[in-house]
């Protein structure tokens, strides 16, 4: 069973009975986003009831390969699932996610040194001893 990913759908990976490596086959040629997607799989087992949030992630990284290709991973796995589709995107989608999450550190940020002032006044109205 091949599943579909990446950017527009265009990577693929499936199991080949023979060998029973995972391969990659990419026909991204019209696929935006394609040069900025971190290629890679998972590798997961055939038990039932196993959670395939736990298969084992393997990368290749940005570039790695072509925009029309078909690659032998030489890695056996019971199933050869997708990349997850919330992690490893392009890295634009990781770049907007890190802004994001510094913006709500700062949210934080400013509310504990808020609550930090607060604290230390009720400190300083009871007589300064902390208690």
Do not use: W
Not at 19 to 41: N, V
């Amino acid at each position: 069973m091949a599943h579909r990913y990446g950017p527009q759908g265009c990577v693929k990976t499936f199991r080949d009975e023979k060998s029973r490596t995972c391969i990659m086959k990419t026909d991204c040629s019209t696929a935006a986003g394609f040069s900025e997607f971190d290629m890679g799989f998972r590798c997961g087992s055939a038990c039932v009831g196993c959670d395939d949030s736990k298969a084992v992630v393997h990368l290749f990284g940005l570039g790695s390969f072509a925009v029309k290709e078909t690659f032998d991973t030489q890695i056996a796995c019971d199933k050869c699932l997708p990349l997850e589709e919330n992690k490893h995107q392009t890295v634009s989608d990781l770049a907007s996610e890190v802004v994001s999450l510094r913006q709500n550190l700062a949210e934080v940020s400013s509310s504990m040194d808020g609550l930090q002032k607060k604290v230390l006044s009720a400190i300083q109205l009871r007589g300064g001893h902390g208690q």
